[in-house]
């Protein structure tokens, strides 16, 4: 099964024609926001300066970074079956 992300579009089509009530209050639906505005972050906290990045060195990082894993996991596990032998 392929997942697909709909697009902002589609949501849109998605939610054109759904109305909520004018007043929420009078109509007796209440949403509580509180833990939603308990955990929000400052905006200030998560802006963050535009970065520019290279495909060909990112690509190189995280193929370095699973090597070293796969590495690592490969000496562990060696080291255990020495350990149990």
Request: charged share 30%; glycine share 4%; net charge negative.
């Amino acid at each position: 099964n392929i997942r697909t992300v709909q697009s902002l579009r589609e949501l849109d089509n998605k939610i054109r024609g759904i109305q909520l009530p004018e007043n929420m209050s009078d109509s007796g639906f209440r949403v509580d926001l509180s833990i939603l505005t308990k955990t929000l972050v400052p905006r200030n906290k998560i802006i963050e300066q535009d970065v520019a990045w290279d495909f060909e060195q990112l690509l190189e990082e995280v193929s370095q970074g699973l090597t070293k894993e796969k590495e690592e996991s490969m000496t562990t596990t060696r080291a255990q079956q020495i350990a149990t032998s």
